[in-house]
């Protein structure tokens, strides 16, 4: 097996395992579209092949590789570097995905910090289980590490994969219905108006207002160009073609400015009437977007409107006069979070709190490992790294999710997936202590990690990717 060290432009090196080979390549899309972008034209297809989807069509190649391009997207392949037997799949298509991008997370309102976004991760399930995900994670990772990123993160498939590589579950979301037969009531009056839109324009005015929601909005990371064509109907990356059937509305402040839009369709289930599906829904303001939701319940023939990333904690549901008609669907996991950088990560967020507190955090990949003292008792906030963590038993027999233990002067230890967790508040410290995730020294320790890293608002991702 031969490596070469991670860089931020093409590079090639070879990797073998139980008796096959294979060489990865990462890469960029270049100027030209499809026809001057052959390797990425295979590996969007094998994307689709691993996401068990359509053969893209040559129109939705060229609006994805645009995408790719415009967002500087980095991609990874592996290739099978053995003979190909008659009508398998030829060589040129890989048989392992996946990509990553820059990106900001927003930690608290008005500040970001640089994220790494990784997706399309797909292993040809004739090549599965051979480590070909570890291993382009591990270089991916590794390289995010070295040009310093203190945070990557995912959205993912399944739950049970991720953990192993260091990404807790660090935002969520819920998919809700809105009953919609009567109109919406509301204890307090919305502010503002709505006004149906032009969706071209809507498409003009988005990035400016989510522009505004992510500043403000913990848990937000940036969206890629796509987001604009899906919200106006011109392309729905998705299903890889336009969407005449989106309509917008824009919410205007009471100064007349635009400060919020959604984007929706309609799905006729009864005759005339049906559901309401929001595609996206945008403000910077709880205000905008409640006004936006009463616009949606109070139109005509909408029986219920549906959406797929509400938060957690909805001010609309505690703003309805009858918040039984309000249902949670589904709660799902949006963002995985990984911290590559504890310092620059824990620096970087704000806290209500002034503690000092020592935390062992676990890594078994080692970018996070070690010793930290978190001190929010003066005037700034100093993370420190300051010693190693002695090693385990567990450490020793290489498991990827080692048992977490209390060293000597730590008061707190914790793997760095939990701290992916804690990091924005998704859930609170005890609340991993009592589900044996998290080792405190005592109490205290306890009362300390739980009042450090406790968050005014739950994270809020609406920004799948
Ligand atoms: C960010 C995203 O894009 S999410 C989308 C993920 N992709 C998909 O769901 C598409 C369908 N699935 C696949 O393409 C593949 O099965 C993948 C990508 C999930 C796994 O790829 P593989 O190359 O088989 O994984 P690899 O052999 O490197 O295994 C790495 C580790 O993950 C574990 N693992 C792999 N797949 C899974 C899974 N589905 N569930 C739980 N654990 C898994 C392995 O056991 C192994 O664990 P270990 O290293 O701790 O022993």
């Known amino acids: 097996m031969t490596t070469t060290p991670p860089t931020d432009r093409p590079s090639e090196t070879t990797y073998s395992a139980r008796g096959s080979n294979y060489v990865l390549r990462k890469f960029f899309v270049g100027e030209g579209g499809v026809d001057a972008n052959p390797e990425a034209e295979q590996w969007n297809r094998a994307v689709d092949h691993g ?40 060589a040129d298509r890989p048989v392992a995905t996946f990509c ?7 930690v608290c309102p008005g500040v970001g910090i640089p994220a790494w976004l990784i997706s399309e991760v797909t292993v040809r399930p004739t090549h599965a289980r051979r480590g070909l995900l570890r291993r382009l994670m591990t270089d991916d990772l590794t390289e995010a590490h070295e040009r310093g990123f203190p945070v990557a993160a995912l959205t993912a498939s399944e739950a049970t994969i991720y953990g192993r590589f260091g990404f807790g579950a660090g935002t ?34 988005a990035p400016e207002i989510f522009a505004r929601f992510h500043e403000g909005t913990a848990g937000s ?18 299903a890889g ?17 635009a400060d919020g839009y959604v984007s929706y369709k309609f799905l006729p289930t009864q005759g005339f009437e049906g559901a309401l599906k929001v595609v996206d829904l945008v403000s910077p303001s709880w205000q ?26 909805d001010p609309l549901m505690w703003g309805m006069v009858d918040m039984s008609k309000y249902t949670v669907r589904k709660r799902f996991e949006r963002v995985w979070l990984r911290v590559l950088d504890p310092v620059a990560a824990l620096s970087a967020r704000r806290y209500t709190s002034h503690r000092r507190i020592t935390v062992s955090i676990v890594d078994s990949m080692g970018f996070a490992d070690g010793l930290y003292e978190i001190d929010t008792t003066g005037a700034e906030t100093r993370v420190e790294r300051v010693g190693d963590r002695p090693r385990t038993q567990d450490d020793l027999a ?23 967790s804690l990091y924005l508040g998704a859930v609170k410290a005890s609340t991993l202590y009592h589900g044996g995730l998290l080792k405190v020294r005592d109490e205290d320790a306890l009362r300390d990690i739980q009042a450090l890293m406790s968050t005014p608002t739950d994270p809020y991702c609406i920004s799948p990717f």
Not at 60 to 83: C, E, F, K, Q, W
Not at 290 to 302: F, G, T
Not at 405 to 412: F, I, K, M, N, R
């Open 51 to 90: 996401f068990h989807g359509p053969e893209p069509t040559r129109e939705a190649t060229g609006h994805i590789l645009d995408s790719m391009r415009n967002s500087g997207v980095r991609l990874r392949a592996a290739y099978t570097a053995d003979p190909v037997p008659t009508a398998a799949l030829g």
């Open 288 to 313: 905008g977007r409640i006004a936006l939701w009463e616009y949606l319940c109070n139109l005509d023939l909408v029986t219920e409107v549906r959406y797929g990333s509400a938060p957690m904690e």
């Open 100 to 106: 990553s991008w820059d990106s900001e997370l927003t």
């Open 398 to 420: 290489g498991k990827s999710m080692p048992a977490v233990e209390l060293p000597e002067g730590a008061d707190v230890a914790l793997n760095v997936d939990s701290l992916g």
């Open 172 to 205: 969520f979301n819920t998919e809700i219905t809105v009953d919609a037969h009567t109109r919406l009531q509301l204890k307090a009056p919305t502010v503002g108006t709505v006004e149906m839109a032009d969706n071209e324009a809507v498409a003009r005015l």
């Open 221 to 238: 990371v940036t969206r890629q160009d796509k987001w604009w064509g899906l919200v106006s109907g011109a392309w729905d990356w998705h």
């Open 241 to 257: 073609k336009a969407d005449p059937e989106i309509r917008t509305a824009v919410h205007y402040d009471d100064a007349g400015r």
